[in-house]
């Protein structure tokens, strides 16, 4: 059995799209036909090696997406053939497998736990959540990361609270979802940062307040003239960026918490005043929103599925796998607001 996938061959080059052959099933695998996948800027840093040389190259890519399960390996318990499921990275319910190895012309291609950018996926059981069958599969290609991460984040990171204020630097997939779960909490204000009109424009149809373009102002400056000296309760960078990550503790308050979700190239430090985190101010790296994908996963289907939780409205464009390279590009350059989804399969 043979399908397309999107490998990364080489660092800081485009995805070569080759057909590979599926490994057999061992304990714990699930063979999931994808139906839809997000791109997270998770894949970009790969892609750039932004945490240094990829030593698994060629390997595939992509940790959010919907899929129909084809067939279950030995032990598996939580999903059966037929069922829709989110493909997500956050370990959920079931069993941990060995990561697979698939076959093509350009010799082995390994991969993770979970892969998305592939019309057949070998996937860990614990890598997947079934949800209804009708629900759909774009939509449900968000809560593989950028909803379970965004909501978690408010939830378990910032533990947010009804009428504190919070910022959002960096307002892409996670970031608009920040925005969402903030609207959702009851904060104010909720103020939405980012180098892009488009994406800013999103982020207030989902609740953001005030929205600041960091390129046409100084972003310090506007935030801090919103809410004073005192500072914000809660201050999100998504970016990863260490003069962004700086500003965002700054700007948070003497009792307030500052939350990482963008990562750091590697080699670059950010540097922090800390004699505050010894008394109430906290900064906290977010893995994922710590969201249990088992739990969260069918609350956010259930609040979607009764009109109040918009997850459409945070797709900005879909793409065909065949153009995964040209919805790259479009993310870099700004030029979509909203998670890029892919439809791998032609099937809905």
Not at 289 to 296: A, I, K, L, N, V
Not at 298 to 304: Q, S
Not at 322 to 332: G, Q, T
């Amino acid at each position: 059995m043979k399908g397309l996938a999107a490998i990364l061959v080489q660092q800081k080059a485009a995805l070569a799209l080759e057909e590979v052959e599926i490994p057999r099933l061992s304990l714990g695998q699930v063979l999931v036909k994808v139906l839809s996948s997000g791109i997270c800027g998770s894949q970009l840093g790969e892609i750039d090696g932004v945490k240094g040389p990829d030593r698994f190259l060629p390997h595939l890519l992509g940790h959010e997406g919907t899929g129909i399960v084809l067939e279950c390996g030995e032990g598996v318990s939580t999903v059966r053939p037929g069922d829709k499921v989110v493909l997500h990275w956050r370990k959920g319910a079931g069993l941990e497998s060995t990561t697979p190895t698939y076959q093509s012309r350009l010799g082995p291609v390994r991969a993770g736990w979970v892969t998305t950018f592939n019309e057949y996926a070998v996937v860990s059981e614990n890598r997947l959540t079934a949800i209804d069958g009708d629900f759909d599969p774009d939509s449900g290609a968000l809560l593989g990361c950028a909803v379970t991460t965004g909501f978690g984040v408010i939830n378990n990171d910032a533990r947010l609270k009804i009428g504190q204020s919070i910022a959002v630097i960096g307002v892409g997939g996670v970031g608009l979802s920040v925005v969402q779960g903030a609207a959702m909490a009851c904060a104010f204000p909720i103020v939405a940062v980012d180098l892009y009109d488009n994406r800013l424009a999103l982020a207030q149809k989902l609740g953001a307040t005030h929205a600041i373009h960091a390129a046409q102002t100084d972003p310090e400056t506007a935030m801090r003239a919103i809410v004073g000296d005192g500072g914000y309760d809660v201050a999100v960078d998504t970016t990863g960026n260490v003069k962004l990550i700086e500003m965002a503790y700054r700007l948070t308050g003497a009792r307030g918490r500052t939350v990482l979700v963008g990562v750091p190239p590697k080699g670059s430090a950010a540097a922090i005043y800390t004699l505050p985190l010894h008394f109430e101010k906290r900064l906290v790296g977010s893995h994922g929103g710590q969201c249990r994908p088992e739990f969260d996963i069918p609350n956010y289907v259930r609040l979607a599925k009764v009109g109040k939780l918009d997850l459409a409205a945070s797709i900005g464009k879909r793409y065909p796998l065949l153009d995964i390279n040209r919805a790259i590009d479009d993310m870099r350059c700004g030029a979509i607001a909203g998670r890029a989804i892919i439809r791998v399969s032609g099937e809905k």
